[in-house]
């Protein structure tokens, strides 16, 4: 939920299982074993038949083969099931605006003059005593920079009221955020974020994984970098 800043300038908002040719040739594999063994049987030296421990050895490998084929037939359903729910989870989201690495933030006006902003965030490590924000414009500017204050460990959002340091109206246009987060005297290395909404989703490639796709602008990214659903 948002909490309002300095008077509302700123607002804190597996890889694919066996193949069906990999299954086959262990089949045969197998197959094979088996057919040496019963050979081996049929025609060793009556008084020197094969030593039992022997026999129970090359059994117990074969076993041990076929084991760990159901063992990877096993894990091969587990890896679909989480890539299907992976899919399903990633379609879920179209429509939806998601934080994700980046540093843009957009600025437009409606035809009554209000200025809106789409929101921005910063990824903490750690506790940060206090957070200072800086709006910069294409060419470098500074816009305007605010301290928040105090933020604790994990994601927060935020929101610029689109104004400058003079209070005036900032064009519309594509701005810069800077956020920089220290504790006492020792600067908190975090990660800036930018807000996107996701249009589509991409096919799962050849392991399961899907993409987010942000449009032209923010491209495409995996699950695992979306760091906030708004």
Do not use: C
């Amino acid at each position: 939920m948002a909490t309002t800043i300095d008077a509302n300038v700123v607002t804190r908002m597996n890889q694919g299982g066996p193949s069906a040719r990999d299954a086959s040739q262990s089949a045969d594999l197998r197959n094979n074993f088996m057919t040496l063994l019963i050979a081996q049987m049929q025609h060793q030296d009556p008084l020197e038949p094969m030593d039992n421990h022997e026999m129970t050895s090359q059994l117990a490998q074969i076993n041990t083969v076929s084991g760990i084929e159901d063992l990877n037939e096993t894990l091969s359903g587990i890896t679909d099931q989480m890539n299907a729910g992976q899919a399903l989870q990633a379609s879920g989201l179209i429509g939806k605006g998601v934080l994700v690495p980046g540093d843009r933030v957009l600025l437009e006006h409606d035809e009554n003059g209000e200025s809106h902003t789409t929101p921005f965030g910063i990824e903490l490590p750690q506790s940060a005593d206090n957070v200072a924000v800086t709006i910069t414009n294409a060419s470098g500017q500074v816009i305007n920079r605010y301290d928040i204050g105090s933020a604790k460990a994990g994601v927060d959002s935020f929101t610029w009221d689109g104004r400058t340091s003079e209070g005036e109206l900032a064009v519309p246009g594509s701005y810069r955020v800077q956020v920089e987060a220290t504790s006492g005297d020792e600067k908190i290395d975090g990660t800036t974020l930018n807000y996107a909404v996701v249009g589509g989703v991409t096919p799962p490639d050849k392991n399961g994984g899907v993409k987010l796709d942000l449009g032209a602008v923010y491209g495409q990214v995996g699950l695992d970098e979306v760091k906030q659903i708004l």
